[in-house]
């Protein structure tokens, strides 16, 4: 009798594994690149319409456009910075060590970053441009394969990097007449 449940079980365990096993296979090829992957189909960064010297950031780990617009000897200053915050989901170990679909490859957790970057433009006290964005990236991993903490921290960074980019690409007409003002005193506004 002891046999007969035990090959019962190890019967009702291979065809519930073998149909877990097609799901996870599914979900394993798609779900862990789909839910990270940055947009990498935006255009390249193109520098600012004037040159500015950096205030504050290390000018290697400063968004493209701003990287091509520095110059030591400008009035106009970028301040930058960039905050990260790390993030980790793991499945209990007793649920993935008895689901069958942890031994074809489903993810078992993910690492994740967000970053938040600010960028401020300036020339002494008048603010040229504020810029702010946020991005999470998360990377799945599964028994076979883990990314390093590293890759997801550079996928996030270049992300928010990409932000800024856009976000400075869509208001270049403005900068350029902010900072072709310069040097110029500012206008009182109307009715004062």
Same mark, same amino acid.
């Given at each position: 009798?002891?046999?007969?449940?035990?090959?019962?079980?190890?019967?009702?365990?291979?065809?519930?594994?073998? /149909? &877990?096993?097609?799901?996870?296979?599914?979900? /394993?090829?798609?779900?862990?690149?789909?839910?990270?992957?940055?947009?990498?189909?935006?255009?390249?960064?193109?520098?600012?319409?004037?040159?500015?010297?950096? !205030?504050? /950031? $290390?000018?290697?780990?400063?968004?493209?456009?701003?990287?091509? #617009? !520095?110059? $030591?000897?400008?009035?106009?200053?970028? #301040?930058?910075?960039?905050?990260?915050?790390?993030?980790?989901?793991?499945?209990? !170990?007793?649920?993935?060590?008895?689901?069958?679909?942890?031994?074809? &490859?489903?993810?078992?957790?993910? @690492? &994740?970053?967000?970053? @938040?970057?600010?960028?401020?433009?300036?020339? *002494?006290?008048?603010?040229? &441009? $504020?810029?702010?964005?946020?991005?999470?990236? #998360?990377?799945?991993? #599964?028994?076979?394969?883990?990314?390093?903490?590293?890759?997801?921290?550079?996928?996030?960074?270049?992300?928010?990097?990409?932000?800024? $980019?856009?976000?400075?690409?869509?208001?270049?007409?403005?900068?350029?007449?902010?900072?072709?003002?310069? *040097?110029?005193?500012?206008?009182?506004?109307?009715?004062?």
């Amino acid at each position: 009798m002891r046999s007969g449940i035990t090959i019962a079980a190890l019967l009702v365990a291979t065809v519930s594994g073998c /149909g &877990g096993q097609q799901a996870a296979v599914q979900r /394993g090829a798609v779900a862990p690149q789909a839910a990270a992957a940055p947009d990498v189909t935006a255009p390249p960064a193109r520098p600012l319409p004037f040159k500015g010297r950096l !205030l504050s /950031g $290390d000018p290697n780990e400063v968004p493209p456009a701003v990287a091509m #617009s !520095l110059s $030591d000897t400008a009035t106009v200053t970028f #301040s930058y910075r960039e905050e990260l915050t790390h993030d980790e989901y793991h499945i209990p !170990l007793i649920v993935s060590a008895l689901d069958p679909v942890t031994y074809v &490859g489903a993810p078992l957790g993910d @690492f &994740g970053v967000t970053a @938040f970057a600010s960028l401020s433009i300036t020339e *002494g006290a008048r603010i040229i &441009g $504020d810029y702010t964005a946020k991005v999470h990236v #998360s990377r799945s991993y #599964s028994l076979y394969s883990e990314p390093t903490h590293r890759e997801v921290e550079q996928a996030a960074r270049a992300a928010v990097r990409q932000k800024i $980019d856009e976000k400075l690409e869509r208001d270049a007409g403005r900068l350029a007449q902010a900072a072709a003002g310069s *040097g110029k005193p500012p206008i009182a506004p109307a009715g004062q």
